[in-house]
C-alpha cells in the first residue's frame, strides 16, 4: 500500500506524517501566538480616529476574524494534549499565517495590500484542501481496516458457533422407552 504525501511527506498507517514534519509545522505555528495580539492592537490604536477596519477592508477583517479564532481554537487543542494534536498543529500552522497577513494587508496601501492578501487566501485554500483529502483518505482506509477486523471477528463467531451447533444437531435425541 503506498502512502499518500503531503510535500514530500509520507502518511503511514500509525502517523498522518512524519514527527520532524510535526515539529517545523509546529515551529511555523507557534510565533502567531504573540504576534496576531499585537496586529491587533495596532490595528485597534491606528482605527481610533478613522473608520472602523470593518469598514474599510471588510473582506480582510472577516477572513482575520475567523482565521484568529480557528487558529486559537487549535492552539487550545495542542494545549489540551487531545486526540485531535497532530491535526490542530497543521491546522495552527495555515491559519495563524492567514490571520497574520490578513491583518498586515490592511496597513498597506491598496493595491499592494490586495496583491499580498488574495494569493495567500488562495494558498491557503489550496493548502488545506489538500490536507483534507489526505485526512479524509487516511480516515477512509481506517474505517475499512475497522469494518475488515469485525466481519473477520464476526466471521470467526460464526464459524465457531456453527461447529456447536453442526454437532449437537448431528446427534439424535434419544427418547426414554
Known sequence: MQPQTIAGHGVDDGHLVSDSFFQWMLMIAKPFKYLIPMLITV???SSQRSES???SHPANMWISLIATF???????????NTIFFER????????????AVSLVSMFLPGLLGFLIFIPWTL???IIAYQIHYVLIHHACRHLQQNIQNIVSKFSDVCSTSSGFIGSSSNEQTRLPV
Not at 88 to 99: F, T, W
Open 88 to 99: 490542530s498543529i497543521i491546522v495552527a500552522a495555515i491559519s495563524g499565517p492567514l490571520s
Open 123 to 125: 494558498l491557503t485554500i
Open 70 to 80: 480557528i487558529y486559537y481554537f487549535a492552539v487550545a487543542a495542542q494545549l489540551e
Open 53 to 55: 477596519p470593518f469598514k
Open 43 to 45: 490595528l485597534q490604536v
